[in-house]
């Protein structure tokens, strides 16, 4: 049973206008703030029995006894998957995100800055973008080439013509034949094949052969890090740190030392926007982002494919956010990246 129906028409209705407004002011709703507000056929009482009605039921809870009530994760949600309307945007933010998106799409790296740092200034959120080069085409050849000792250079060639080395060291010096034989078994399970599946069919190789050779095909996936990874970028910019009084989230010690340590643990943020990869447009509110980092925040993100590289971009800011507005800056920012 869809959650969402369990919600009258004019419960929905007040809810949406709960959150519409403390998005706007920041401050908890009470009966009369929507009542002055907007146009609701019914008394400040029966808005109260409502009010009441949705924090029994999950959507709305009060910060404080004295106070309105402000929405929760599950109120957001509500809100975000019913929503009937995307506000479109300003024609000068439009034309701001024009100028900066459509310079040379071909240089990833400023490319990536410069949508970071509209995201950011547009929304007064994190903008975000991860961005992974296309593959390098298909695997060619690998080869070992033994060094003094137990130390070895491994080659991966692409079918590009690019090139990955790595020193390794094996656990011993074995015969040059034994090496070969490993080699030519490993270059028929990952030859011609996308580098991201390296790393699987070289774990079904060492599922099914023993022996010498399974040694050799370990010490590889020891360094399958720097022979077989996606060269993931990553870039973010959050302007709402230069003038934190537009957010005043900021003001909540336990938000702010979590934003610092999103921003300063790199592999954190890497690793959150990896998984988001598989949906054109996603949404995770407060603890649907599964960190406790992230439980005060809320991640939209849009996919996108653009001249040699795929990707991810979005925005991270308080769960309080103009989501009608995210989402139509998503949408047309990842048009206008997308390959023509």
Same mark, same amino acid.
Do not use: W
């Given at each position: 049973?869809?959650?969402?129906?369990?919600?009258?028409?004019?419960?929905?209705?007040?809810?949406?206008?709960?959150?519409?407004?403390?998005?706007?002011?920041?401050?908890?709703?009470?009966?009369?703030?929507?009542?002055?507000?907007?146009?609701?056929?019914?008394?400040?009482?029966?808005?109260?029995?409502?009010?009441?009605?949705?924090?029994?039921?999950?959507?709305?809870?009060?910060?404080?006894?004295?106070?309105?009530?402000?929405?929760?994760?599950?109120?957001?949600?509500?809100?975000?998957?019913?929503?009937?309307?995307?506000?479109?945007?300003?024609?000068?933010?439009?034309?701001?995100?024009?100028?900066?998106?459509?310079?040379?799409?071909?240089?990833?790296?400023?490319?990536?800055?410069?949508?970071?740092?509209?995201?950011?200034?547009?929304?007064?959120?994190?903008?975000?973008?991860?961005?992974?080069?296309?593959?390098?085409?298909?695997?060619?050849?690998?080869?070992?080439?033994?060094?003094?000792? @137990?130390?070895?250079?491994?080659?991966?060639?692409?079918?590009?013509?690019?090139?990955?080395?790595?020193?390794?060291?094996?656990?011993?010096?074995?015969?040059?034949?034994?090496?070969?034989?490993?080699?030519?078994?490993?270059?028929?399970?990952?030859?011609?094949?996308?580098?991201?599946?390296?790393?699987?069919?070289?774990?079904?190789?060492?599922?099914?052969?023993?022996?010498?050779?399974?040694?050799?095909?370990?010490?590889?996936?020891?360094?399958? &890090?720097?022979?077989?990874?996606?060269?993931?970028?990553?870039?973010?910019?959050?302007?709402?740190?230069?003038?934190?009084?537009?957010?005043?989230?900021?003001?909540?010690?336990?938000?702010?030392?979590?934003?610092?340590?999103?921003?300063?643990?790199?592999?954190?943020?890497?690793?959150?926007?990896?998984?988001?990869?598989?949906?054109?447009?996603?949404?995770t509110i407060g603890k649907e982002n599964?960190?406790?980092?992230? &439980?005060?925040?809320? @991640?939209?993100?849009?996919?996108?494919?653009?001249?040699g590289y795929d990707?991810?971009?979005?925005?991270?800011?308080?769960?309080?956010?103009?989501?009608?507005?995210?989402?139509?800056?998503?949408?047309?920012?990842?048009?206008?990246?997308?390959?023509?």
């Amino acid at each position: 049973m869809n959650p969402h129906r369990e919600l009258s028409e004019i419960e929905s209705a007040i809810l949406e206008n709960v959150i519409d407004l403390y998005i706007r002011t920041g401050s908890p709703v009470s009966s009369r703030n929507l009542k002055s507000r907007y146009r609701i056929g019914c008394s400040t009482a029966n808005i109260r029995k409502i009010l009441h009605s949705l924090e029994e039921k999950g959507y709305l809870y009060k910060p404080h006894v004295s106070a309105g009530r402000i929405p929760s994760d599950r109120g957001y949600r509500h809100y975000v998957d019913e929503m009937k309307r995307i506000r479109p945007l300003g024609r000068k933010i439009a034309e701001e995100v024009r100028k900066n998106i459509g310079q040379d799409m071909e240089d990833v790296g400023d490319v990536m800055y410069r949508t970071s740092r509209v995201l950011g200034e547009v929304t007064n959120c994190m903008g975000l973008i991860m961005g992974v080069l296309h593959s390098y085409g298909e695997i060619g050849q690998l080869s070992i080439r033994r060094l003094e000792g @137990v130390s070895a250079l491994v080659v991966l060639k692409m079918s590009t013509g690019s090139e990955r080395k790595v020193f390794i060291e094996f656990p011993k010096r074995y015969k040059a034949y034994i090496v070969d034989r490993a080699v030519q078994i490993i270059n028929e399970r990952i030859a011609g094949f996308p580098i991201e599946e390296a790393h699987h069919r070289l774990e079904s190789f060492m599922r099914e052969y023993g022996g010498i050779e399974r040694e050799i095909a370990q010490t590889l996936a020891a360094n399958v &890090e720097h022979l077989f990874e996606t060269p993931y970028s990553l870039e973010y910019h959050f302007h709402g740190l230069a003038d934190p009084g537009k957010i005043p989230e900021l003001n909540d010690p336990k938000i702010l030392k979590n934003l610092v340590r999103l921003m300063g643990e790199r592999s954190l943020m890497l690793s959150m926007m990896k998984r988001r990869m598989k949906e054109d447009m996603m949404i995770t509110i407060g603890k649907e982002n599964l960190l406790d980092e992230l &439980e005060d925040f809320s @991640v939209i993100t849009r996919r996108f494919s653009s001249y040699g590289y795929d990707g991810v971009f979005g925005v991270l800011g308080p769960t309080r956010m103009s989501y009608d507005l995210v989402i139509s800056l998503l949408e047309m920012m990842g048009n206008e990246m997308q390959v023509r």
